[in-house]
């Protein structure tokens, strides 16, 4: 066993969007490439997934929210969707992953130690999956966080509102700050471009951060081994790519 205050080498966090995981077509399909993919490059490397909670946490934070439940207790309620999406990746590829989600960073670092991957959904209120990924990348001081949605990257501008935007392919890590502080605010539910305390820590850390659209999965293979990929880069240097 690796003594508990030593880092696991090379080890990737993935954070895998509510939105990439249930789109309510092919997801069955999807979700089982996904599985096998995550299956094998967890046996290559230490390899920790969160899974968003998605349109199903947000339904349900609505319906709590009409209720009158307060911001915890919604964040609450959507932290058990996204567990739920972690119980089905986690089923799907088997054991040794255990199969009942981990319920904090602490349990999650322990069973890395023993068991790739280790699939989870969020941990506490006041933050989403992302913000889970970003502390484990830390606590396991992972070579990289791959943040696998719906968008190809980062864009200059909206690319629903503004057809002409323009993806980041490569940005520093003050500029990637102030782009997700302008687009968050905390209330329960909040589709973040991404997590604000994510952000922060990744960039405390100078942990580089792979932005790309997850349904893709050769291209999330391509960015999870550290190879060029079709999205952003953040905090990049261009002398660090494996491939
Ligand atoms: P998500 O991680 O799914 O957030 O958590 P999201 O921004 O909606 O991301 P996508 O759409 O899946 O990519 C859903 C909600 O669950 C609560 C928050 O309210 C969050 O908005 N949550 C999640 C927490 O409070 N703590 C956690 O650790 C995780």
Do not use: C, W
Request: aromatic residues 4%.
């Amino acid at each position: 066993m690796t003594p508990s205050t030593e880092p696991l080498t090379g080890t990737v966090a993935l954070s895998v969007g509510g939105s990439v995981l249930t789109t309510g077509s092919d997801d069955a399909e999807y979700l089982g490439r996904l599985a096998d993919l995550l299956k094998k490059r967890g046996r290559e490397f230490p390899l920790v997934v969160t899974t968003g909670g998605g349109r199903t946490a947000r339904d349900y934070i609505r319906l709590g929210r009409a209720l009158g439940l307060t911001e915890v207790e919604l964040d609450e309620v959507g932290i058990d969707v996204t567990r739920l999406h972690a119980r089905l990746l986690a089923a799907r590829i088997g054991a040794p992953t255990p199969a009942t989600p981990p319920t904090t960073v602490a349990e999650a670092v322990r069973e890395l130690r023993h068991v790739s991957p280790v699939i989870l959904g969020g941990t506490e209120p006041g933050h989403t999956t992302d913000g889970v990924a970003a502390l484990l990348a830390v606590r396991l001081r992972a070579v990289r966080v791959v943040n696998a949605t719906r968008v190809d990257g980062l864009f200059d501008a909206d690319p629903k509102q503004h057809p002409e935007a323009k993806r980041i392919d490569r940005l520093g890590f003050e500029e990637f700050r102030r782009i997700v502080q302008r687009g968050s605010s905390g209330e329960a539910g909040q589709e973040f471009l991404f997590d604000r305390l994510a952000a922060d820590v990744l960039s405390r850390a100078a942990i580089p951060v792979s932005i790309l659209d997850g349904r893709d999965l050769d291209n999330l293979d391509a960015a999870l081994l550290g190879r060029r990929f079709r999205g952003t880069s953040v905090g990049t240097p261009t002398t660090d790519r494996r491939g």
